[in-house]
């Protein structure tokens, strides 16, 4: 099989406009996190925001990484952002979401900030597998 340069124009132009759409997106949301309940947006927080709430440090020996982890609560962000009456919060990211019940949403389970400047789920009674690298968005009682 030949390909040719001009066989090659089609898809990579097609890569090309992907990327461009994806860099859009990323520049619109600015590696915000969303606060969510009820359907409308309760807060949008930066990560500069989110190092000046307090700091949990928790000890997580199943991370492959780092086993000891800093960032602000889960809770204290929902309380930040002014969500009431939370039964349960959604954790979105890269990886699948996961739901936290309330009686979850100890003073061990945290948004740490990464290396990468992204949000990482943690919880040091969670494990691994209910952690959620590049989290966008906290929706309370989905």
Known sequence: MRITVSGLL???AAVLALGACATAIDARHGGD?????????L???????????PQAE????????????????VRTVLDVAGAADVNSVRVQGRDPAQTLRADELTDQVILT??????????????????????VTA????P
Request: charged share 20%.
């Open 113 to 134: 900030i990464t290396k990468h400047d992204t949000l990482k789920l943690a919880g040091s009674h969670l494990g691994v597998d209910r952690w959620v690298r590049d």
């Open 33 to 41: 996190l969303v606060v969510q309940q009820t359907g409308r947006e």
């Open 58 to 73: 928790i000890v997580t020996p199943q991370s492959r990484g780092a086993h000891v982890q800093k960032g602000p609560t």
């Open 10 to 12: 089609g898809p990579v």
């Open 43 to 53: 807060a949008r927080l930066t990560l500069q925001r989110l190092q000046t709430l």
């Open 138 to 141: 906290l929706v309370v009682n």
